[in-house]
């Protein structure tokens, strides 16, 4: 009887640890801000191994003391975690208070609350935009204005080259009258010329020959 009584308080002190140690506690709940794309959000994963459905409240601090509810979910843990999430576009540095309210096992706040991150949440692929330069730009400098091209020395012969002169409406003279006019040609009057000096001279002669024959009658 002695032993049975023994094993039976040993059995009971294991039953109790292993039930205590299975039993749901604040210590299985962590809460994360994060960022799902450009937007932000809240996650609270449950890793109560025991399964005892439980429920989250989230509250945003505001200054004064004065909070705002964010959202209340119900969640069932596990032993792998078992998140559910709050859509809240936090600000850089905003504190949260999360309650846990686990059937009369747990009803208070995760240790230490929630601190959101200092930088907000960005669209991915995004480039954070340069500063804008301090250096002054020059400002353009105006341009000369166009000269005139220089003209080219045939476009001065062409333009400096007298137009051509107008016809005339007189009539032009024959082309044959105008030669015998200048030079004489295709005349006979050269011919004649020369024949009566020859005619002449001939001419003269024979009188001077019968003179001297006459004379030469009359010595005798």
């Given amino acids: 009887m002695r032993i049975l009584g023994v094993a039976s308080a040993s059995a009971a002190v294991v039953l109790g640890l292993s039930s205590s140690a299975l039993a749901c506690n604040i210590r299985d709940f962590k809460a994360e801000a994060k960022c799902d794309g450009d937007k932000g959000i809240i996650v609270v ?24 509810q964010i959202g209340k979910q119900e969640v069932k843990g596990s032993a792998e975690g078992a998140p559910v999430t709050f859509s809240e576009d936090w600000k850089p540095n905003a504190t949260y208070r999360v ?20 930088a907000a949440c960005k669209t991915a692929g995004s480039t954070p935009t340069p500063p804008a330069s301090s250096t002054p730009k020059p400002s353009p400098s105006k341009s000369a204005p166009a000269q005139s091209p220089t003209p080219t020395p045939s476009d001065s012969a062409s333009n400096s080259a007298p137009a051509s002169a107008a016809p005339s409406n007189a009539p032009s003279p024959a082309a044959g009258s105008s030669n015998l006019a200048e030079t004489g040609a295709n005349s006979n009057t050269g ?9 002449v001279v001939v001419g003269g002669g024979a009188v001077f ?12």
């Avoid at 309650?99 to 200092?118: C, F, Q, R, Y």
């Fill in 99 to 118: 309650h846990v309210k686990a059937a009369n096992i747990v009803d208070e706040d995760i240790e230490n609350g929630l601190t959101a991150p200092s």
């Fill in 45 to 68: 994963t449950d890793t109560d191994a025991s399964g005892t459905p439980a429920t989250i409240t989230v509250f945003l601090k505001n200054n004064g003391g004065v909070e705002t």
């Fill in 191 to 199: 011919l004649i010329a020369g024949l009566a000096g020859a005619l």
């Fill in 209 to 220: 020959f019968g003179m001297r024959r006459r004379g030469a009658r009359g010595d005798s």
